[in-house]
């Protein structure tokens, strides 16, 4: 495991369509350095079968699209989760979002999110202001 802070949080960036590995590590180490990502955040790059030509459009919509996909990106949050990360912040670009979002419905099926106990915004500063004060 990571120590404290570090091994609860991670910010997981999944490249879009005709991305190879090589330009997807390059875009997100770019996009890191531009948005100052806190160094306790550790950055992952999840990378998919997403074609390396102009033609493999429809396959690689396959792709992002199929269940072995999604399972593939739902054991790499579970491992995350094994290491201490507790917290994701989750970037995708274009057909990565097609990616992400199969993933994440297949990890609401399995019931692998942890219930949320935020309110809305409004609810929450009306509660937190002293009885009496408008």
Known sequence: KWDDRA????????PGYNC???TGLRLFAQLASFCSL?????PFLFHWPGGHTPFAYYSAM???SSIACGKNFVAFLVALQATG???????????????????LRLCAEEGLFRP???????LQQQQQQPSGTS
Do not use: T
Request: hydrophobic share 50%; proline share 4%.
């Open 116 to 122: 949320c106990d935020l309110q809305p915004w409004g």
């Open 38 to 42: 806190p160094s306790y955040m550790k």
């Open 20 to 22: 190879s590995l090589a």
């Open 62 to 64: 396959e792709n992002g």
């Open 85 to 103: 990360v507790q917290q994701i912040h989750l970037l995708a670009h274009s057909m990565g979002a097609r990616v992400a979002l199969n993933a």
């Open 7 to 14: 091994a609860s949080e991670a910010v997981i960036f999944v």
